[in-house]
């Protein structure tokens, strides 16, 4: 208790009783709920700061959805240079056997196309509002087809079955990577299966084409490059109309960046690879059996080689990894016959096909965060299926390629990449020497679209 004197008295009285009711008006600050104010205000920050740079990195993929896309150009760079390279081939005298099967490959060609609208009415988010949708794939399908149509009228190729002279370049295969440019552009950010699924349809359509004897290996290039291109192009054109109202935000999402640490640290992965052989083209006298009594000269030479095929890589650690390849190829022979007599008959055309298994090992480098280049040593079979060149009048075989199976082995490098998408893309090249005098020595250059797993 205080001591009170005179006048003062109330003030003590005053302060007498503030004492005695525990000080309420000098109670102690509690320094704990201070600090627990103090972790809450950082962890707001925090969450200020992640919520900034995860709207930073979706305006990013907003923008880089609506800007002209110049990736997957390989193959219509590749048609333009394999059209230079084959010309003299596939003028050379000699027609294919004709297969009627225009509208069976259209099931196969069309199929990613159908997958957008199957996916669209299922209720899958697709990264174009409806109205952006119709626009693009009419705009991509006008385009493309428009560019067919007149390339075809300018170049009058000749078809290898002799049918017409609509060869280049290959409209099925156009729509085919129309389609899948699509899928991979409205669905890829579901999952890469979707993107790799559908340019698997496109290149199939691209080989079976060639196996009908419909096209030239660089028909079906340039009509996967024109697909490819018209489908940007498209969406390009038709965001410059609908701004990004026509676009569903992307979102960033936690694979994604888990995807990138895998991709770094231990990239198993499944891949597709598409594109073509090179070599010496003459088949030599023991990689063929003449089956008449023609004595006369023979010759027989193949076009470019289209292959295309998958590979799974299982990584052992951030460096080493086993590989597992199986791909199928695809070439033209041609017969050219001269004789003192003048009595040559007309001999076709036919095609070989190759089927490759291989194990390997690779090593793979970490160039930047998001991008490696590899090195690999491999060994395996290779299968050659039985290729008859028929008399074109008596349809009796007169050239036989018989089957033909031997030990292969090579080696090459590679380089890939994420994409903005699900996937990683990038090329590859090897080397491949087979115990075989036909095609001994061939190089494979090579497209990759490749899954992290």
Not at 240 to 267: S, T
Request: proline share 3%; net charge neutral.
């Amino acid at each position: 208790m205080y001591a009170c004197a005179n006048d003062a008295d109330a003030v003590c009285s005053v302060r007498d009783s503030l004492d005695n009711n525990s000080g309420v008006l000098f109670h102690p600050v509690d320094s704990s709920y201070l600090k627990e104010v103090e972790a809450l205000m950082i962890q707001k920050s925090k969450e200020a700061e992640a919520e900034k740079a995860v709207d930073e990195y979706e305006r990013r993929l907003l923008q880089e959805e609506m800007t002209l896309h110049f990736e997957e150009t390989q193959p219509l760079l590749r048609g333009i240079v394999l059209s230079i390279a084959d010309d003299k081939f596939n003028k050379r005298e000699g027609r294919f056997v004709r297969f009627h099967r225009d509208k069976a490959d259209y099931g196969v060609a069309l199929a990613p196309l159908a997958a957008n609208w199957i996916l669209k009415a299922a209720g899958v988010e697709s990264r174009s509002t409806t109205q952006r949708m119709l626009m693009a794939n009419a705009m991509a399908l006008a385009l493309s087809s428009g560019l067919s149509s007149g390339l075809k009228e300018a170049v009058k190729e000749t078809r290898p079955d002799g049918s017409d002279n609509h060869g280049m370049p290959s409209g099925h295969t156009s729509v085919a990577f129309v389609g899948a440019t699509i899928l991979h552009r409205e669905y890829g950010h579901h999952s890469p299966w979707i993107s790799v699924g559908g340019y698997t349809a496109a290149t199939a359509t691209q080989l079976l084409r060639l196996r009908n004897n419909r096209h030239w290996i660089n028909d079906t290039f340039v009509g996967a490059g024109i697909g490819i291109v018209s489908t940007n192009v498209a969406y390009f054109l038709t965001d410059a109309v609908l701004g990004e109202g026509g676009v569903n935000r992307p979102r960033m999402m936690k694979n994604d960046i888990l995807r990138v640490m895998k991709y770094n640290a231990q990239p198993s992965s499944f891949s597709l690879v598409s594109g073509t052989e090179i070599g010496n083209r003459d088949v030599p006298s023991g990689a063929y059996e003449l089956l008449s009594d023609f004595d006369g000269h023979v010759s027989v030479r193949m076009s470019s080689t289209f292959y295309a095929g998958f590979e799974g890589s299982w990584f052992l650690n951030s460096r080493w990894a086993v590989e597992a390849m199986a791909r199928v190829s695809n070439s033209r022979a041609k017969v050219s016959l001269g004789s003192l007599t003048g009595n040559v008959p007309s001999v076709c055309g036919t095609n070989i096909n190759v089927y490759h298994a291989d194990m390997g090992v690779k090593y793979s480098l970490p160039v930047t965060l998001g991008a490696r280049f590899s090195l690999r040593m491999f060994v395996g079979n290779r299968f050659v299926e039985k290729a008859d060149m028929l008399d074109s009048e008596t349809n009796v075989p007169f050239i036989r390629v018989p089957r033909d199976s031997s030990v292969e082995f090579g080696g090459g490098f590679a380089f890939d990449y994420l994409s903005t998408k699900k996937y990683a893309a990038g090329f590859s090249f090897d080397y491949v020497h087979t115990c075989s005098p036909l095609m001994r020595n061939r190089c494979y250059a090579s497209s990759v679209w490749k899954i992290i797993l």
